[in-house]
């Protein structure tokens, strides 16, 4: 009996020793029967809670086919939800959250500032993230240097991949407009790629001079003054370039109030990198003419899975999918492709399965570099302009897919 006593202590010492490195390990879900629990991280609420909405949905969508489809390992997928807010604080909150809840795989995010405060403490919350909006170029590792943070993963662009195909695309199309106007907003992401717009068209033969540069604190949303400022500043509309290197609402903002000097007439091309769809629909059909950079567009891919993405999104929102719904669309396929390599939930094992994974996408085949932890998929240039008589008021007059090898 003592023996046996002994022998019964001994086996359930290992069993919740077992059952505590278990818990400790990271997991997304419980048992095997469990559903696995995927995070997508967004700005929910506040000025920029239209791009969160799309992240969610697009991730919902995703969900909704993988499920449809058997799910994961067998197991149905549940997606959760954290609110990002707008500074790095609450970036690395919404995260931290996450993962006191149990969630240990997570897809989204949207600011560089906050993916900048939040990749150096994923380790210590044992999360694995799939960034699908940072675009800041130091989150991954760049020329084939190591990534600097090891749960840090991109399957979106950074600022150097959007900006040189977009530069060289206006240079080929509108090599005449040398003077350009520069009106944005004061942060990270927009000072990096304005500066690096300004050095790639010069390189691709554009004798680029910049007649006036204005950029304003993010959140500020008056901006009559700015635009009768850019507009009068105009001497040769034929060789004028405006450069806006604002998003979202403040996009929208500044062409409402820029309306009534008809920019299209002002300026020989309008450039705006990053999510400009959103808000050219939200015009009315004034938008004016406007060349974009960005991930996606839904009339760039001719392919079934891309009719289906849009189809599934359409039919959940009544509208077209746009870049941040896609992007997180694509985070969630990238993480049910690491779990199934991974064989498990585990954080440690998903993020190994992540490094140098491949997996398909509307886009075509996305490789995440093993060493730079960056996807490359493919660049999307979009002209559009405002119709009222096109689907969502917004006509796409030309999609030039730019695919990408390097880093």
């Known amino acids: 009996m003592r023996n046996?006593?002994?022998?019964?202590?001994?086996?359930?010492?290992?069993?919740?020793?077992?059952?505590?490195?278990?818990?400790?390990?990271?997991?997304s879900g419980g048992g095997s029967d469990d559903p696995i629990k995927i995070g997508v991280v967004g700005p929910q609420t506040g000025p920029l809670a239209e791009i969160g909405e799309n992240q969610v949905a697009g991730a919902e969508v995703a969900v909704e086919q993988i499920n449809a489809a058997g799910g994961i390992l067998g197991r149905q997928v549940e997606l959760s939800n954290g609110d990002e807010q707008t500074t790095p604080e609450t970036s690395t909150a919404a995260v931290r959250n996450m993962a006191n809840s149990g969630v240990n795989l997570v897809v989204g995010m949207l600011s560089s500032a906050g993916c900048l405060a939040l990749a150096p403490q994923l380790a210590s919350m044992n999360v694995a993230l799939v960034d699908t909006g940072c675009t800041n170029d130091g989150l991954t590792g760049q020329n084939g240097e190591a990534a600097p943070f090891e749960n840090f993963f991109r399957t979106s662009n950074n600022d150097s991949a959007l900006i040189g195909p977009l530069a060289q695309t206006i240079a080929e199309k509108f090599p005449e407009a040398t003077d350009y106007s520069a009106f944005g907003y004061d942060y990270v992401t927009g000072n990096t790629q304005w500066g690096l717009y300004q050095d790639d068209i010069k390189e691709d033969g554009v004798d680029l001079k910049v007649t006036s540069e204005t950029f304003v604190p993010i959140g500020e949303q008056n901006f009559g003054l700015q635009a009768q400022q850019l507009v009068n500043g105009v001497s040769d509309p034929s060789k004028s370039a405006l450069y806006l290197g604002t998003f979202s609402s403040g996009t929208g903002s500044f062409l409402q109030q820029a309306a009534s000097y008809d920019l299209s007439?002002?300026?020989?091309?309008?450039?705006?990198?990053?999510?400009?769809?959103?808000?050219?629909?939200?015009?009315?059909?004034?938008?004016?003419?406007?060349?974009?950079?960005?991930d996606y567009n839904y009339a760039a891919f001719d392919n079934d899975e891309n009719a289906r993405f849009v189809e599934d999104f359409r039919a959940k929102t009544g509208k077209l999918p746009v870049d941040w719904s896609y992007d997180a669309y694509v985070g969630v396929l990238a993480m049910k492709a690491a779990i199934e390599k991974a064989n498990s939930t585990d954080t440690a094992a998903v993020v190994e399965a992540l490094k140098g994974l491949s997996f398909d996408t509307p886009g075509g085949e996305i490789t995440i570099d093993a060493t730079t932890h960056q996807g490359n998929p493919p660049v999307v240039i979009t002209n559009t302009v405002g119709d009222a008589s096109a689907e969502e008021s917004v006509k796409v007059l030309e999609t030039v897919v730019v695919q990408r090898d390097e880093d």
């Open 4 to 27: 046996f006593a002994r022998q019964a202590v001994a086996v359930a010492a290992v069993l919740a020793t077992v059952g505590a490195l278990s818990a400790c390990s990271g997991s």
């Open 265 to 294: 007439s002002k300026f020989a091309v309008i450039v705006n990198p990053g999510g400009y769809y959103p808000i050219a629909r939200s015009l009315n059909g004034l938008a004016p003419n406007v060349w974009n950079s960005y």
